[in-house]
């Protein structure tokens, strides 16, 4: 048998055993869950909590961002650097609640979107809905989808194609760029 013949006879298992119906169901029912996550963030808010709206945009100078920001953050945010992997506290973050925008205090992730990529950065499947713009950054010659918040313009760090399933999303956040609120606490 030819090598080409074999991988297409290969390839259709999966259909002949009634399987890829129930595979794309899966991912349908898993879609509908993250979706869920995404429309019902609200429920891990700390009590009291007040939310900046994102359509209320945070516009500083220079100088003003530099006195409202630790070094770190202010190079990360305002400077589009990256922090050391392995240094942010948050990788280790395990509570229920939401991370908001270390600028502004935009909610943009919360405690369910979060997952252990093994990068040494927080990382996330899924981000709030309107939280993030995006652009194209080309600064190690290779074209990367940076993103940054939408209400101040902090950059937050890259999404990139090799996150879990159902989005297949690995938000890459710098943990500088980011405060963490649990849910326990009062906001």
Same mark, same amino acid.
């Given at each position: 048998m030819e090598r080409r013949t074999f991988w297409k006879a290969l390839a259709g298992i999966p259909l002949a055993l009634g399987l890829a119906p129930r595979v794309i169901a899966a991912q349908a029912e898993s879609m509908k869950a993250v979706e869920e996550l995404q429309k019902n963030w609200k429920a891990l808010l700390a009590d009291g909590a007040k939310v900046p709206s994102a359509t209320e945009p945070v516009k500083l100078t220079k100088e003003e961002w530099k006195t409202r920001l630790p070094g770190q953050s202010y190079e990360v945010l305002r400077e589009e650097g990256t922090e050391r992997p392995g240094s942010s506290p948050l990788n280790n973050e395990k509570r229920q609640g939401v991370f908001t925008c270390a600028g502004c205090d935009l909610p943009v992730f919360t405690s369910a979107m979060k997952y252990e990529s093994g990068t040494?950065? %927080? @990382? *996330? *499947? =899924? =981000?709030? %809905?309107? =939280? *993030?713009?995006? @652009?194209?950054?080309? !600064?190690i010659l290779y074209p990367r989808t940076e993103y940054h918040c939408i209400r101040c313009g902090g950059h937050h760090g890259h999404i990139f194609d090799d996150g %879990?399933? %159902?989005?297949? !999303?690995?938000?890459?956040?710098?943990?500088?760029a980011l405060k963490f609120i649990p849910k326990t606490g009062k906001a």
């Open positions: 040494g950065w %927080p @990382s *996330f *499947f =899924a =981000a709030i %809905p309107g =939280a *993030f713009g995006t @652009s194209t950054d080309h !600064k %879990p399933a %159902p989005t297949g !999303k690995r938000y890459c956040n710098n943990g500088v």
